[in-house]
């Protein structure tokens, strides 16, 4: 069973979703990359708990698999309640965040919800959910579908393939994205056709039947969960 769960990935990964942010604490959806990077939208202080916490449970979870710290990579989204999420964890491990065991990845940034649901309250979520159901190649008016964010995330993925071998990567990234990795990475361990490398199962996947789902991988803010 062991060796079903890892077959095709090099490494083993867990995600984080961010602290909980001063967005969260406003009701606000701060998705694009030049709001998200503002210092002004970083963890509130029960973020800030939320993410040692995190860091703690994770060092826990590396002890009891017997992998050392050396291993550990930590990747995570530009955006600066990422960015302050991960430096807590590094600071839980004792890693130097600007160090070689951390990498900033574009490609991990929150999925962005398009010009007219930037800076609007949380309730507008329902109404971009209700679109993913119906389709997920659909996204919203200048903002990014369900199937848009797997094409960068299958890049970002394949880039971690490449670059780490034997890891415990650490992916500290948002609400949405992560739960659509997990849902393409779930249905990529599953699928039985003939294509091999992660990134053609990805694309073997990327059906409306999978991808409308990907709310069935929600995550709490600061709540860690080990994938495949």
Known sequence: MEKKSSWFLKNKYWVLRHGRSIPNEKGLIVSSL???VLEEFQLASAGVNQAQAAGLAFQKQLKEKNIPLENVRICYSPFSRTRHTSKEVASVLNLPFE??????MEELRERFFGPSFELQTHDKYAEIWALDENDPFMGTEGGESVADVVSRLAIAMETLEKEFQGCAVLVVSHGDPLQILQTILHAAKQHNGPAEDLVSRIQAVKVPSILSQ???????T??????L
């Open 34 to 36: 030049d709001n998200g």
């Open 99 to 104: 160090g070689p065991q951390t990498k900033v």
């Open 222 to 227: 600061g709540e860690l969960r080990p994938i």
């Open 214 to 220: 990907h709310r069935k991988f929600a995550l709490e």
